[in-house]
T-cell receptor, first 114, second 112 residues
């Protein structure tokens, strides 16, 4: 019954590695997002996708590459991880029919770069 | 660019007291203002929202007010309980748009 799910829940890795986070929603929403929440809890949008197409890229370094194989999935690949990438990454989705107003968040992926 | 300022960053109240969190937005086109609650280690979840054609909305112990002229909106929690302790985020967006701008969050502590 999980509406928005993410894997993995925790990710601990070394600087310079490449890692991926997966997100899936079963709500039938057209729009999906990636947010980064830093240690001060600030929640900042990274990407917005609508029907598998990139709509918004909020000046995120190109080491971050989202990919949407279909409108129910939005994955995030990060190359050459840096210490500053340590954060909680939240996937979210919203319904077009509701004007994309309410964000339904996944449980988050806690990334720690050592 | 668009910005949402939120105050205070931390708020500590005694159980049973009221708590008020205030936000200001910059984008005049914003017409949807949700509030999210994030408990420790959990995901943010919508608790209440207000649209620009409404000045006030209430749901049990929580209420939101909106002053569109001043670009201010506020969250009011009455009769606070320990389970209200969490981080609260205000946000602003344009209906049909693809971006929600969040405030920096308010960490609310309710002391029993």
């Amino acid at each position: 019954d999980t509406a928005v799910s993410q894997t993995p829940k925790y990710l601990v890795t070394q600087m310079g590695n490449d890692k991926s986070i997966k997100c899936e929603q079963n709500l039938g929403h057209d729009t999906m997002y990636w947010y980064k929440q830093d240690s001060k809890k600030f929640l900042k949008i990274m990407f917005s996708y609508n029907n598998k197409e990139l709509i918004i890229n909020e000046t995120v370094p190109n080491r971050f590459s989202p990919k949407s194989p279909d409108k129910a999935h939005l994955n995030l690949h990060i190359n050459s991880l840096e210490l500053g990438d340590s954060a909680v990454y939240f996937c979210a989705s919203s319904p077009s029919t509701g004007g994309r107003e309410t964000q339904y968040f996944g449980p988050g992926t806690r990334l720690l770069v050592l | 660019g668009e910005n949402v300022e939120q105050h205070p960053s931390t708020l500590s109240v005694q159980e049973g007291d009221s708590a008020v969190i205030k936000c200001t937005y910059s984008d005049s086109a914003s017409n949807y203002f949700p509030w999210y609650k994030q408990e420790l280690g959990k995901r943010p979840q919508l608790i209440i929202d207000i649209r620009s054609n409404v000045g006030e909305k209430k749901d049990q112990r929580i209420a939101v007010t909106l002053n569109k002229t001043a670009k201010h909106f506020s969250l009011h929690i009455t009769e606070t309980q320990p389970e209200d302790s969490a981080v609260y985020f205000c946000a602003a967006s344009v209906t049909g748009g693809f971006k929600t701008i969040f405030g920096a969050g308010t960490r609310l502590f309710v002391k029993a």
